[in-house]
C-alpha cells in the first residue's frame, strides 16, 4: 500500500513562493507517475503538473506554466511542487496522487493513491 504524506502548504501573499513536498513510501515500485492536483473550494479537483518517476517527463496545466516547476528526488522518495509568482486564484488544498499508469495522465481517476492534502492560501 502506497502512502503520501504532504507537507509545505501555508499563506503566502500574492507574488511569493512556496514549496510543496510529498514523501511517498511503502511500494513506490508500484507507481510510475506522481501528480499534484488542486481543489478551490465549491470546485472540482484539477490537475496541476505531473512527472514521471523513471524518465522525469513532466507536464503541466497551462494556468501554472513558467511559474510551477514539479520535481522529484528518487533517493528520498520525494517529489516537489514549487511555486513561484503565486496568485489569489492558487488558492486550494493541493493533493499529491500517484499512479500506475507508464504515461503521464491528467485525469484524477486514473490515479490509485492520493495524499490527504495540504492547504495553500494567496492573499492579494
Known amino acids: 500500500q502506497v502512502q503520501l504524506v504532504e507537507s509545505g502548504g501555508a499563506l503566502v501573499q500574492a507574488g511569493g513562493s512556496l514549496r510543496l513536498s510529498c514523501a511517498a513510501s511503502?511500494?513506490?515500485?508500484?507507481?510510475?507517475?506522481m501528480a499534484w492536483f488542486r481543489q478551490a473550494p465549491g470546485k472540482g479537483r484539477e490537475f496541476v503538473a505531473a512527472?514521471?518517476?523513471?524518465?522525469?517527463?513532466?507536464s503541466y496545466v497551462d494556468s501554472v506554466k513558467g511559474r510551477f516547476t514539479i520535481s522529484r528526488d528518487n533517493a528520498k522518495n520525494t517529489v516537489y511542487l514549487q511555486m513561484n509568482s503565486l496568485k489569489p486564484e492558487d488558492t486550494a488544498v493541493y493533493y499529491c496522487?500517484?499512479?500506475?499508469?507508464?504515461?503521464?495522465?491528467?485525469?484524477?481517476?486514473?490515479?490509485?493513491?492520493w495524499g490527504q492534502g495540504t492547504q495553500v492560501t494567496v492573499s492579494s
Open positions: 496522487a500517484a499512479s500506475s499508469r507508464i504515461v503521464v495522465v491528467r485525469i484524477a481517476l486514473e490515479y490509485d493513491y
Open positions: 511503502g511500494g513506490t515500485f508500484r507507481t510510475s507517475t
Open positions: 512527472i514521471k518517476w523513471g524518465g522525469g517527463s513532466t
